[in-house]
């Protein structure tokens, strides 16, 4: 008889979105004439950008051509993307990144999540607290949840970690943070780099939301920092950059220079486990970096920041604390009243018919805020925000 992996159990039971969708469920049956708008979940909502599903189409055509057809294609991704990633993301912000060191795959909670497998079982991990959750879940399935530490991210701080105090070897950042919407500075991201190199440790940053960066100040890969590629993995994806929550598409980065042979662990890694992405994704993947493609998902991101910026500036005009929502889609709202953020949940689904996130879901430190994302359309969060600030005006 087979046993079942231990380390499951230390998994909680519920996770939260399936949660929320149950309860959301419950209120459509109970209240059907209700006008539900989801302002929860974090995907993307407009379609797919025009030159996207033109380069879908061309691909789609060649795989049913026999000259043109394509089986098996190079785990870590075909040249033609490797090279528009290096050059449009990397080398035009004078990042030399090689096209070796790039890996694309079929998403960031993947690549995220599988990552640790690199690492011994007794590695030391630092987390941010909140933080998207399967950084946390896939090292506690590996058997790490002893070794697991967390860092605050807090009011106090800018919900923005600094290196711990007590020794760590691998530390995930994510910047703009998913769910405070926190993005790290020139100079705290320096300050990371400069404590990884000291203590030999190494950064795993998550920048799933770089292309939500407005202020041209602001760092949108860690390789921008000195000397970040001897101690940083990158990760990054198409999904809130173009829309691919559906489509899946996402890369990494994991330099020559790292210690450790990581470059050639993970290409094993991959090899072994990951059979590549399939051609006419990678073809649309290449078409976000032409020039109408740039310019159709800019628009894209601009359209959900806007709504970011209307959920922000409607809350904070009716007085109350929110943060985030400047570079990133994530609206992080200190609650209003005195009680849990689950509890709260239930009182927005039922009292304004508006669904969030509750900041626990994200961490013990989320406890007291509530998530609203900018992926509805503009005239939904309007609606949205008014009865918030009908009901909750301070
Ligand atoms: N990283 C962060 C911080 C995210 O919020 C998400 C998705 O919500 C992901 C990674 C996963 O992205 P993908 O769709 O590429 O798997």
């Known amino acids: 008889m087979f046993t079942t992996n231990p380390f ?25 004439e209700a ?26 055509d060649e795989m049913a051509a026999a000259e043109t057809f394509r089986g098996y294609g190079p785990e870590q991704g075909y040249d033609f993307l490797l090279e528009a990633i290096r050059e449009h993301d990397y080398l035009r912000r004078g990042i030399a990144i090689a096209a070796d060191e790039i890996f694309v795959s079929d998403g960031s909670k993947c690549d995220v999540a599988n990552i640790q497998e690199l690492f011994g079982s007794n590695c030391r991990i630092a ?36 290196p711990p105090r007590t020794p760590v070897d691998v530390i995930y950042l994510c910047s703009p943070n998913n769910p405070t919407g926190a993005v790290f500075s020139r100079e705290q991201l320096t300050e ?14 998550d920048s799933a939301y770089e292309a939500y960066i407005r202020d ?21 994806s198409f999904s809130k950059t173009a829309g691919f929550t559906g489509l899946r598409c996402a ?16 290409r094993r890694r991959q090899t072994t486990k990951f059979n590549g992405v399939s051609y006419p994704v990678q073809r649309a993947a290449e078409a976000v970096y032409s020039e109408p493609g740039q310019r159709q998902i800019a628009a894209q991101i601009d359209y959900y920041l806007n709504n970011a910026r209307e959920i922000r500036t409607g809350l904070l005009a009716a007085g109350m604390t929110v943060f985030g929502g400047e570079h990133s889609p994530y609206v992080w709202w200190k609650l209003p009243v005195a009680m849990s953020s689950m509890a709260f949940f239930d009182q927005l689904l039922h009292e304004c018919h508006v669904v969030g996130t509750p900041g626990s879901g994200f961490g013990d430190c989320g ?14 969060t309007r609606e949205a925000v008014k009865r918030i600030t009908d009901r909750y005006l301070q």
């Open 35 to 60: 006008k539900i708008i989801r302002l929860g979940i974090g995907d993307v909502t407009l379609p797919l950008a025009p030159a996207v599903i033109a380069a879908l189409h061309r691909a789609v």
């Open 127 to 162: 987390i941010c607290d909140p933080v998207y959750p399967v950084y946390r879940d896939s090292n506690l399935m590996a058997g790490r949840s002893a070794q697991l530490q967390y860092l605050p991210c807090v009011e106090a701080n800018g919900f923005l970690p600094e």
């Open 251 to 266: 890369y990494c980065v994991v330099p020559r220079a790292l210690p450790g042979r990581l470059n050639a662990l993970w």
């Open 216 to 236: 041209p100040a602001l760092p949108r890969s860690i390789y921008e920092i000195p000397g970040a590629e001897e101690v940083a993995i990158e990760f990054r």
């Open 8 to 32: 499951y159990q230390e998994l909680s039971e519920n996770y939260l979105f399936a949660e929320i969708a149950r309860k959301v469920d419950a209120c459509r049956r109970t209240e059907p």
């Open 192 to 205: 990371w780099v400069a404590y990884a190199r000291r203590v030999r440790a190494l950064l795993l940053f």
């Open 367 to 380: 406890e007291g805020y509530f998530r609203l994302t900018g992926f509805g359309s503009c005239d939904a």
